[in-house]
Each structure stands twice: as C-alpha cells, then as structure tokens.
C-alpha cells in the first residue's frame, strides 16, 4: 500500500444529506478492508473511528482549501487528499476529486446564484488537477466528459452502497409500538406512499403532485397519503402551496427534513416509493428503499435506469399522466409491488460501500503511484 489519504470530512456532522452519506458510507467501507485513512473534520465532535480525526483550524471553506487541507496533509505524512467537488489549490500530495453529478452546467436554472459560483469555480478548476476523477454511475462518467472533455482513463465509477441499517432482514426488528410513535412524530399513518429530497425543483415534486391530484380526481384509493419529505436547498418549487392550491392539501404531508436514523423506518413502512426527480448522479434513496423491502417507482431517465437495473417501475418525469398512471396500478396491484419488492432486494444485494471502498482505494493507490513516478 503507498497511498496514505487525507479524506475531506467537513460535511460530517453537517448535515449535507447525500454528501455526508457518501462520506459516512466510504469510510464504513475502508473499514471492512482493513484501511485507517487521515479524515479532515472542522467539528471536533465527530467521531471518525477506528480512522484517525484531524481536526482543521477553520470552518471557512476557503481556509480549508487554500491551506488546511494541504498542512493536513503535510504534517500527517498524506501523500494523496480526497475531496468532494473541489480540491485544494495547491498541493504536493495527489488529488483524487468525487463528483457526485453535473446538474448545475446541464441545468443552471435549478441553482441560486451563489451555488452556481461555487461549484462552477470548484469542479471546472479541480478536475483538471486531479489524478482521478470518480463517480457513481457511467452516465455521470459520460457527462464528466463530455462537459468538461476529461479523458476517460482519469475517471473511475464507484458506484454507492447502501447501509445495512436499511435491509429490513438483517436489522433488528423495531417494536410495533416504537414504529407507531415515530410515525406519529412525522405526522404520518399508513398507508401512505413515500418521496424523499429536497424541495428544489431537480426533485420535481410540483409534478408529483400533479400526478396525485389527478389520482384524486379519477377516485383512486383516497385511504393512501403521498408523504414528501426532506428540507430546503437551493431554489424552492413552491410544492405545499401548490398542494393546497390543487385540493389536495389533506391527502399530502410535508414532514420535514427527515434523521438518517429515522429513515430506515419510514422507507420499511411505506406502500411504495416514488422518486420523480429530473436529473441524478446515482439516486441513491431508490436502492435505500429496495433494501427495506419497498417497491420502487422511479424516473426512466439520466443514471436511474441504469442503477435500479429493471428492479423499478420506470415512468417519465415530466408527464404527470405518465406519473399518475404508474402510481395508480401499483396502488391498485399487490401483486405488481410484490413483484417489485422481489426485483429490488436481489438487485439491492451487490450495492455494498465495501464494494465502492475497493474501487476508490484501488484509485487512491494508481494515484500515489503516479505521483511517486
């Protein structure tokens, strides 16, 4: 082994959703194969064991960038820094850049001014220092280099894994009366059908709920609640003021951001998920949802056809019909979730963080190596 890695851990303890997942997830990974990696962290309150915490004299990104990572590095011997989007700006060590996805060059329009600075500045000036390049999916390899014309032998796909948390055979069962009462402190009852993500408009909820009031007008099953949960980031869509608008408000609820503790239960509970969002990286909530034994239906477009790999029911987000019509025969058909729910856990059954751990240590170690050359 020659690469030894400083991993950017400032978003442990943030609560950056699907950043710090992957974050969490990656070291549970280089866990299992036996690795204690550096891991860079500005909350002294993390815990990042058994890898060994450093703790950064900023929480200011540009501090981080411009010199805490690079002293990090140097004082700990690091030979390769990991990053997320962006890398520091200068450094002796290799830099090895995840980059989740290309939603703010494909559609600019979905970000606020602010965000779109930042990640314009950070990827379009780290990716051409980094040695490696990875990404969840092969679309978002094709689109790293078709956007930003990276040579496909620097990119490598890791694809995420899913904590174990979430398979519902493997977990401990969680008492009915404690299902009951976290439930109930969302504001939920079943049945109900599930969709996670922030309210921005890459997660198309406005759609969503186009499709469910057309499901209500037609007098499907009025017993089922559509639950949206998840915060605010980036542009909002307006979606609980749409809900109530449409006449829908008393069959939609709006619980909030969501504890990762929390979610395997909501997803175990739910009749069935639906995630309508415009454009992913990876989409990892809809293999969540398959470990927790839930039916899938999804959008059939950018990474999600590739990732669910025939375990969703697939429809096209931009048509609410197209949406309503596959809600409806899932509600309606026992048999077409059960078929599902099957489809979902043997496809879920090789998205392991151990399996993305081995690729992305495989890519720490060609990148210490060419350093080294």
Same mark, same amino acid.
């Given at each position: 082994?020659?690469?030894?890695?400083?991993?950017?851990?400032?978003?442990?303890?943030?609560?950056?959703?699907?950043?710090?997942?992957?974050?969490?997830?990656?070291?549970?990974?280089?866990?299992?194969?036996?690795?204690?990696?550096?891991?860079?962290?500005?909350?002294?309150?993390?815990?990042?064991?058994?890898?060994?915490?450093?703790?950064?004299?900023?929480?200011?990104?540009?501090?981080?960038?411009?010199?805490?990572?690079?002293?990090?590095?140097?004082?700990?011997?690091?030979?390769?820094?990991?990053?997320?989007?962006?890398?520091?700006?200068?450094?002796?060590?290799?830099?090895?850049?995840?980059?989740?996805?290309?939603?703010?060059?494909?559609?600019?329009?979905?970000?606020? +001014? $602010?965000? *779109?600075?930042?990640?314009? @500045?950070?990827?379009? !000036?780290?990716?051409?220092? /980094? %040695?490696?390049? &990875? =990404?969840?999916?092969?679309?978002?390899?094709?689109?790293?280099?078709?956007?930003?014309?990276?040579?496909?032998?620097?990119?490598?796909?890791?694809?995420?894994?899913?904590?174990?948390?979430?398979?519902?055979?493997?977990?401990?069962?969680?008492?009915?009366?404690?299902?009951?009462?976290?439930?109930?402190?969302?504001?939920?009852?079943?049945?109900?059908?599930?969709?996670?993500?922030?309210?921005?408009?890459?997660?198309? +909820? $406005?759609? *969503?709920?186009?499709?469910? @009031?057309?499901?209500? !007008?037609?007098?499907?099953? /009025? %017993?089922?609640? &559509? =639950?949206?949960?998840?915060?605010?980031?980036?542009?909002?869509?307006?979606?609980?003021?749409?809900?109530?608008?449409?006449?829908?408000?008393?069959?939609?609820?709006?619980?909030?951001?969501?504890?990762?503790?929390?979610?395997?239960?909501?997803?175990?509970?739910?009749?069935?998920?639906?995630?309508?969002?415009?454009?992913?990286?990876?989409?990892?909530?809809?293999?969540?949802?398959?470990?927790?034994?839930?039916?899938?239906?999804?959008?059939?477009?950018?990474?999600?056809?590739?990732?669910? !790999?025939?375990?969703?029911?697939?429809?096209?987000?931009?048509?609410?019909?197209?949406?309503?019509?596959?809600?409806?025969?899932?509600?309606?058909?026992?048999?077409?979730?059960?078929?599902?729910?099957?489809?979902?856990?043997?496809?879920?059954?090789?998205?392991?963080?151990?399996?993305?751990?081995?690729?992305?240590?495989?890519?720490?170690?060609?990148?210490?190596?060419?350093?080294?050359?």
């Amino acid at each position: 082994m020659t690469a030894r890695v400083l991993i950017d851990g400032h978003m442990l303890g943030a609560g950056e959703t699907g950043n710090e997942t992957y974050v969490r997830g990656l070291l549970d990974g280089l866990t299992e194969l036996g690795r204690r990696e550096l891991v860079a962290v500005t909350d002294p309150a993390v815990d990042v064991s058994p890898h060994e915490r450093v703790l950064l004299p900023s929480r200011s990104d540009v501090a981080r960038l411009t010199t805490g990572l690079v002293a990090a590095a140097r004082d700990h011997g690091a030979n390769v820094i990991h990053t997320t989007y962006a890398a520091p700006f200068t450094t002796a060590a290799a830099s090895v850049l995840t980059v989740h996805d290309l939603s703010f060059l494909r559609h600019p329009e979905w970000f606020t +001014v $602010r965000d *779109l600075v930042v990640l314009n @500045a950070g990827v379009r !000036a780290s990716v051409p220092r /980094a %040695a490696r390049v &990875l =990404v969840p999916s092969g679309h978002a390899r094709d689109e790293l280099c078709a956007l930003l014309g990276v040579a496909p032998e620097r990119v490598v796909v890791t694809p995420e894994g899913v904590d174990p948390s979430f398979a519902a055979e493997t977990s401990d069962p969680t008492p009915a009366e404690d299902v009951d009462r976290l439930l109930r402190r969302y504001g939920l009852r079943r049945p109900y059908v599930l969709a996670i993500g922030n309210l921005q408009p890459r997660k198309n +909820v $406005r759609r *969503l709920l186009e499709a469910w @009031a057309m499901l209500a !007008a037609e007098g499907a099953d /009025a %017993a089922h609640r &559509l =639950v949206i949960a998840g915060g605010f980031h980036g542009r909002r869509d307006g979606a609980p003021a749409y809900a109530i608008t449409a006449g829908i408000g008393d069959r939609v609820v709006f619980p909030g951001f969501v504890r990762d503790a929390d979610l395997p239960i909501l997803y175990a509970n739910a009749a069935l998920f639906v995630y309508p969002t415009l454009y992913e990286g990876f989409g990892l909530p809809v293999l969540e949802a398959m470990a927790a034994g839930t039916p899938v239906a999804c959008s059939g477009t950018t990474c999600l056809p590739e990732v669910t !790999a025939g375990a969703a029911a697939l429809f096209d987000p931009e048509d609410p019909r197209a949406i309503a019509a596959v809600l409806g025969a899932l509600i309606a058909d026992e048999g077409l979730r059960a078929d599902l729910r099957a489809r979902g856990r043997q496809r879920v059954a090789s998205a392991t963080w151990r399996a993305c751990a081995e690729l992305t240590a495989a890519a720490y170690e060609a990148a210490a190596t060419e350093a080294r050359a």
